[in-house]
Every structure is written in structure tokens, then in C-alpha cells.
């Protein structure tokens, strides 16, 4: 994924592994730059893919969890890994609007 420098960036939700929270179609606004903590909604890749998930820190081990117990939870080496946080998501109606930071 290529984009101009360090600047945020959106994305729409497919599937359903971060529901309720984030539906199929919500749009997110991705930080390349924002504050990563545990509990951050991140923008990571494993195994050669993006996803959308959750991070969890555990004993000084990383994890990216789906909000969806349908989808595994899975661990990553490090926080490399992550390449933004989730700052807002946007939906087909003002009410589904919401910030993260």
C-alpha cells in the first residue's frame, strides 16, 4: 500500500471480524503516526496481508485480536508490525460516527 508520506488515510471496513464496534462499509481513518497502546484499533500486517484489529499487550508480548470470537486471535513479533491506528470511523449515518483518540 503506497501513500503520500506519513499522512492518514482512510479505509473501508469489509467482513466482519471487528463487529460490533465496526461494521462492513464503515469507513476509517488510519494515523500512519498516531499513539500505539494496548486497546489501540491498529492497521497491522501479518503473514503478508493488512488487517484491522485490536491490540492487545500481554506480558511484553504483542497480539492482534478481532472483536468478532468468530476470528482467531494472533500474535506478532513486535509493534513493526503496526502501520497506523485507527482515529475515527465514519458510517452511512451521523450517529455511527466516532473518534478513537
Do not use: W
Not at 479505509?11 to 462492513?24: Q, T, W
Not at 488487517?51 to 506478532?76: A, S
Not at 513493526?80 to 475515527?88: P, S
Amino acid at each position: 500500500m503506497e501513500c503520500g508520506g506519513n499522512e492518514p488515510f482512510a479505509l473501508r471496513v469489509l467482513g466482519d471480524s471487528m463487529v460490533p464496534e465496526f461494521m462492513e462499509g464503515h469507513i476509517i481513518i488510519i494515523e500512519p503516526d498516531g499513539m500505539v497502546e494496548n486497546g489501540s484499533y491498529v492497521f497491522a500486517v501479518y503473514e503478508d496481508e493488512y488487517i484491522f484489529r485490536q491490540l492487545h499487550i500481554e506480558n511484553e508480548q504483542y497480539f492482534l485480536k478481532p472483536l468478532n470470537d468468530q476470528y482467531p486471535t494472533v500474535k506478532i513479533a513486535g509493534l513493526d508490525a503496526i502501520k497506523g491506528v485507527i482515529t475515527q470511523r465514519a458510517g452511512t449515518r451521523r450517529k455511527e460516527h466516532k473518534s478513537y483518540v
